[in-house]
């Protein structure tokens, strides 16, 4: 079994939610309409629960590392209808050591019967940031294999995230894959630049100094303007691909 690591907290509740990308939170019309959400929460970043335990005092919520949710005792314990994941699977599921910990995980702590509702990145999503990412990062001297290895997400086909789901004793009940194209945010700390520093995080810490990282970033925003700015208002775009499932623990 891989060992436990804990991984370094990059989340900033405040850019994430409101600078960054509001629109991954409100974005969810679909995937929410295959749920009847219970309140429960838990992250894999101290900043995003403690952010969410001041807005939702209420709700009991905590930090879980889900790469080893099978490992949880508290909530693996066969006592929830449904588990909901939105926005999170493609990193959790980024390791291949640990990605089925986390889907037996959902399957443990389901009542028979219950359900896990998803949605995340799909093959393809976001590909033309993630290229431009690697493009800057070569240009600072890293190669291309230890550019892409550095990736943090994993985004499935369809049929890969079935495969995934069904042999952690699930049944599919449905699912599909959306073209979303998403307008970013024009704020001071968002626009494309700003969703590179905050989701690239991971891929940046590859580069010693700020200068470095400053050049990378600058040359794959530079890339991504023949590539994402809407012409009739200026905007920035980029090509979301959502996987949504539902998935049924057997009675
Ligand atoms: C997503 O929600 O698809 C996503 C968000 C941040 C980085 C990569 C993907």
Request: hydrophobic content about 40%.
């Amino acid at each position: 079994m891989a060992e436990q690591q804990k991984q370094k907290d990059i989340w900033s509740a405040d850019l994430y939610g409101e600078k960054v990308a509001p629109f991954v939170a409100t974005s969810t019309e679909k995937v929410l309409a295959w749920l009847d959400p219970k309140p429960t929460g838990i992250d894999g970043s101290p900043n995003m629960i403690e952010h969410f335990k001041k807005a939702y005092p209420h709700i009991e919520s905590r930090v879980v590392d889900c790469r080893w949710l099978d490992q949880e005792p508290g909530l693996t314990n066969g006592s929830f209808n449904k588990v909901f994941s939105n926005a999170a699977l493609h990193w959790i599921l980024r390791d291949p050591e640990t990605r089925s910990n986390t889907i037996k995980g959902c399957f443990k702590a389901l009542k028979p019967g219950g359900l896990l509702v998803n949605e995340s990145g799909a093959l393809g999503n976001v590909a033309e940031v993630h290229s431009a990412i690697i493009s800057g990062l070569v240009t600072q001297g890293i190669p291309v294999t230890q550019a892409r290895k550095a990736s943090p997400w994993w985004f499935p086909s369809l049929q890969a995230m079935k495969d995934l789901v069904e042999g952690a004793g699930f049944t599919w009940v449905k699912g599909e894959v959306q073209l979303r194209q998403t307008t970013l945010t024009e704020n001071e700390k968002g626009g494309v630049e700003g969703w590179i520093r905050l989701f690239g995080e991971p891929f940046l810490e590859l580069l010693p100094t700020t200068q470095a990282r400053d050049a990378a970033i600058k040359h794959a925003v530079d890339v991504l303007e023949a590539v994402g700015r809407q012409q009739h208002d200026g905007s920035f775009t980029v090509n979301y691909i959502r996987l949504r499932f539902v998935a049924q623990k057997p009675e």
